[in-house]
């Protein structure tokens, strides 16, 4: 692991001594707000930095006490066996100070949302989403995140056809943004006589939620029509003219909301809207030339999956990394953060090999 150079790390900390001395100052509210968050924003690499470069000492001060003609053996051999520790230790955190220092994702910190439509598979495949959204839930429940569904089209016997949630937290889109993509599922059906087992597929769409800062939609871009709103029959029915769909005339983009209340499905309808045009803005940015979800979920097909959800064996694995975890009882409860881990590890891993080739 290549050692950051001592010259990018004192720059670190001299910003951050200047930053801390400007607030000392007591400027004003905005100027103390942008200077505070710039603050914030290095008091990892900061302490990190910190540690390396007390951890460097203690390794030279061992060094020099091996070296001294003056030190028993005894000493020396236990001095050896502590500057082992403390070069591993060294090791750790220039590879911590270089991630801390990659290039951030401007969406990390940012709810999202969360798009999942059954694929091919029929009836089960609608299950199978049904079954996924309720994994992110959990998933959320556990980081105290909020979700919010913000349309469904439930399945004919259960599930979900498509379920599209807003999810609010700090950091949401830096955990779930990996989980684009085709999921597949192979386990008996309920409704399987001969015990036979059935592949399907879901797709997932992890958009990072837009806010007016991140994108602007103008009104003479967008057409706004009301419908009468579907019901499931019964004293469900609405009769009122309240679904809401809106069309990007641009992109062509259009966004429903079927809820009882028109002014919320505006509101619904609009927040998705800005969240798939904010990441199409992000994809040609990134040099992605497919339509944002399409580039993301691919065709729904069996074949183009990142992740297998195996019933019969009990174990889920992960293409993109070859993880198979035999765990997949606590992952569909959503515990999913050693899958979770494992991915942001190795997209660190190319970050870092990125730059290394750069240098």
Excluded: C
């Excluded at 979700?147 to 949630?165: Q, R």
Aim: hydrophobic share 40%; aromatic share 4%.
């Amino acid at each position: 692991m290549a050692i950051l150079p001592q010259a990018t790390m004192s720059e670190i900390l001299k910003r951050s001594a200047y930053l801390e001395a400007v607030m000392a100052d007591g400027p004003d509210h905005e100027v103390y707000s942008k200077v505070a968050a710039e603050f914030a924003s290095l008091e990892d690499v900061v302490a990190a930095i910190r540690t390396f470069e007390a951890s460097e000492k203690e390794l030279a001060d061992l060094r020099a006490l091996i070296d001294d003609p003056a030190s028993d053996r005894e000493m020396r051999d236990l001095a050896s066996a502590e500057a082992d520790e403390v070069s591993e230790r060294i090791e750790a955190l220039s590879k911590e100070i270089m991630i801390l220092l990659l290039p951030k994702d401007a969406a990390d910190e940012k709810g999202a949302i969360l798009e999942i439509r059954a694929g091919t598979g029929g009836s089960e495949a609608g299950l199978f989403a049904g079954d996924l959204f309720r994994m992110y839930q959990r998933y959320a429940d556990l980081h105290g995140w909020k979700v919010e569904v913000l349309e469904a089209s439930e399945g004919e016997v259960g599930g979900y056809k498509e379920v599209i949630a807003s999810v609010k937290g700090r950091g949401v889109f830096s955990r779930l943004k990996f989980e684009s993509g085709v999921h597949r599922v192979q386990r008996v059906p309920a409704t399987e006589s001969q015990g036979r087992i059935h592949t399907s597929a879901a797709t997932v769409a992890v958009l990072p939620e837009a806010e007016d800062i991140d994108i602007e939609v103008r009104a003479e871009d967008i057409r706004i029509d009301t419908m009468r709103a579907s019901g499931a029959g019964g004293q469900h029915v609405n009769t009122t003219d309240s679904a809401v769909r809106i069309t990007h005339l641009p992109t062509g983009i259009v966004v429903t909301s079927s809820e009882k209340s028109q002014h919320q499905n505006r509101a619904r309808a609009m927040q998705v809207l800005k969240a798939r045009l904010y990441d199409m803005e992000r994809q040609k940015a990134d040099d992605e030339r497919s339509a944002a979800r399409r580039s993301q979920v691919g065709s729904g097909d069996r074949s183009e999956r990142i992740r297998t959800y195996n019933f019969p064996q009990g174990r889920v694995t992960d293409h993109r990394i070859n993880l198979t975890l035999y765990k997949l009882d606590r992952v569909i409860e959503g515990e999913m953060d050693e899958l979770i881990d494992a991915l942001v590890a190795d997209h660190q891993a190319a970050l870092l090999a990125a730059v290394g080739a750069d240098a």
